[in-house]
């Protein structure tokens, strides 16, 4: 066979393969982004989706990394098809809270402001201070001895209240004055 024809037959035998590969990679791409089905594993995505007996058939047209970014992109589809659901979603908690329901509150203010809950500790002399599990926190004026309103990193925050965790409690009157 010329040289010619050979290159040709090549030619024509890696477009085939990459038009199969593309066609594969739709049809993973179509079965991930579908909300209503259980997230599979590369073993179902080979043997259910692409009907292969084994998973090594779907290794030998994808590279982990290839299998990687089709699985990112059909999350990314897939999260596209249910956010008018989130919306609904997000609108019934919305009226549950304007009904007064404290859970729904909280989980509303998570959700939409990205608030997370703190932890309230008593200090011995009646002060409270408030422990913030988020890495920044809004400061309002007065609320820290210098005053300041711009927002903080939470590990400034527990600097400027670290003192006052130090100072000893004001002694009490014990009566025998």
Request: glycine share 8%; hydrophobic share 35%.
């Amino acid at each position: 066979m010329p040289r010619k024809k050979k290159a040709v037959e090549a030619v024509k035998r890696l477009q085939k393969r990459t038009e199969r590969k593309a066609a594969m990679k739709l049809k993973i791409l179509a079965y991930l982004a579908d909300p209503g089905r259980d997230w599979p594993t590369r073993d179902e995505i080979a043997k259910v989706v692409l009907g292969y007996t084994h998973n090594t058939g779907l290794y030998r047209h994808f590279d982990p990394g290839e299998l990687a970014e089709i699985e990112a992109e059909g999350l990314r589809l897939r999260r596209t098809r249910y956010t008018g659901e989130m919306a609904r979603i997000d609108q019934a908690v919305i009226r549950q809270a304007c009904t007064g329901e404290t859970q729904a509150a909280r989980l509303a203010y998570q959700r939409l402001e990205g608030w997370e809950p703190g932890e309230r500790v008593n200090i011995q002399g009646g002060q409270v201070i408030e422990i913030v599990t988020r890495f920044e926190v809004s400061l309002q004026p007065g609320q820290l001895p210098d005053g300041q309103a711009q927002p903080r990193p939470v590990t400034e925050a527990v600097t400027v209240l670290r003192p006052a965790l130090m100072e000893p409690a004001p002694a009490e009157p014990t009566g025998h004055e």
